[in-house]
């Protein structure tokens, strides 16, 4: 899949759509999920044109890889999840349902999660 610049996460990216942010730096963007899961539901972007973790994995730079696992960890704890326990969730294409095709992991927790997949 290639990378579309006009996905909803790009334009916030550039600031064409407000977001209500939870954090940011040099290389990720944080910000609370417009339609959230649970009391804590924030998506967690870097900020380069990625469309999957497989995608960011391979062609991140090791500096924008560190930047976001070391803000994942911290927006986490930041939102006072990390004692009560959260999820870290990333839909990676059309099995996944991926909405949006930028490389995004959610962070999800502030209640009981129940089991990991749901039976479709
Ligand atoms: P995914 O299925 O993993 O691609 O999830 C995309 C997520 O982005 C969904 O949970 C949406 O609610 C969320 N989302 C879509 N548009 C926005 C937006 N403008 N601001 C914040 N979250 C959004």
Redesign the pocket.
Known sequence: MSYDPQN?FAR?LRGE?P?KKAYEDAHVLA?????P?APTHV?VIPKGAYVSFDDFAAKGSDEEIAAFVRATGKIAREAGVAETGYRLL??IGPDS????PHF?V?IVGGRSLGPLLVKS
């Open positions: 909803i916030i759509i977001c910000f609370h999920d417009i339609h899961q998506l990333a839909n349902h991926q909405e949006v995004h959610h």
